[in-house]
Antibody
Framework: EVQLLESGGGLVQPGGSLRLSCAAS????????MSWVRQAPGKGLEWVSS????????YYADSVRGRFTISRDNSKNTLYLQMNSLRAEDTAVYYC????????????????????WGQGTLVTVSS | EIVLTQSPGTLSLSPGERATLSCRAS???????LAWYQQKPGQAPRLLIY???SRATGIPDRFSGSGSGTDFTLTISRLEPEDFAVYYC?????????FGGGTKVEIK
């Protein structure tokens, strides 16, 4: 059974930093891309960032590029999101999400719909 | 960026009725890379449909997706009490995934 467990959320002042973690189990973590998706209170879903399986490629939404850094430790089956220079508009529930994939000629190709989600961790940016 | 517009914003229906939800893209979604999710209050989203029409594992066959290009539809053939929720579409054919604003399906 795929499980994604986020941690690290909390209250932080504007301009501050926070690091989120996502512990993954139930699948071969090192074979799959991973992503973060957020949801501001009462609002819709917003893709934040993705990283490929080997951590060689990272992708960011324009709203967080230059402030957030996605990374992973395949030896620990853990995904991270380092968030710096936080703003009030970053207040949201942050979900760790596993993208889907196609296997073509033995290669796992990520497809960025999200077939498994964690329960989310709340980040509140406020003074 | 591809802008996804979902309509209606709210759909008021009774259990047993058919629900038809629309998702329109500002430009063509390549390879029909369009997904649908269901979200209930306090819960993470759940994948229903990917590739515009493929049901995710464990999703009942009363949920179906259709469409291509810029116009996509999620149909719930007969609403069950547990289907009242918010539904989001999402495209993943461009460099950054984009979500629609959601349609709330509420009990009439």
């Amino acid at each position: 059974e795929v499980q994604l467990l986020e941690s690290g959320g909390g209250l932080v002042q504007p301009g501050g930093s926070l690091r989120l973690s996502c512990a993954a189990s139930g699948f071969t973590f090192s074979s799959y891309a991973m992503s973060w998706v957020r949801q501001a209170p009462g609002k819709g879903l917003e893709w934040v960032s993705s990283i490929n399986s080997g951590a060689g490629s990272t992708y960011y939404a324009d709203s967080v590029r230059g402030r957030f850094t996605i990374s992973r430790d395949n030896s620990k089956n853990t995904l991270y999101l380092q968030m710096n220079s936080l703003r009030a508009e970053d207040t949201a529930v942050y979900y760790c999400a596993k993208p889907g994939a196609e296997t073509i000629f033995g290669l796992v190709i990520p497809r960025y719909y999200f077939d498994f989600w964690g329960q989310g961790t709340l980040v509140t940016v406020s003074s | 960026e591809i802008v996804l517009t979902q309509s209606p914003g709210t759909l008021s229906l009774s259990p047993g009725e058919r629900a038809t939800l629309s998702c329109r893209a500002s430009q063509s979604v390549s390879s029909s890379y369009l997904a649908w999710y269901q979200q209930k209050p306090g819960q993470a989203p759940r994948l229903l449909i990917y590739g515009a029409s493929s049901r995710a594992t464990g999703i009942p066959d009363r949920f179906s997706g259709s469409g291509s290009g810029t116009d996509f539809t999620l149909t719930i053939s007969r609403l069950e009490p547990e289907d009242f929720a918010v539904y989001y579409c999402q495209q993943y054919g461009s460099s950054s995934p984009d979500f629609g604003g959601g349609t709330k399906v509420e009990i009439k």
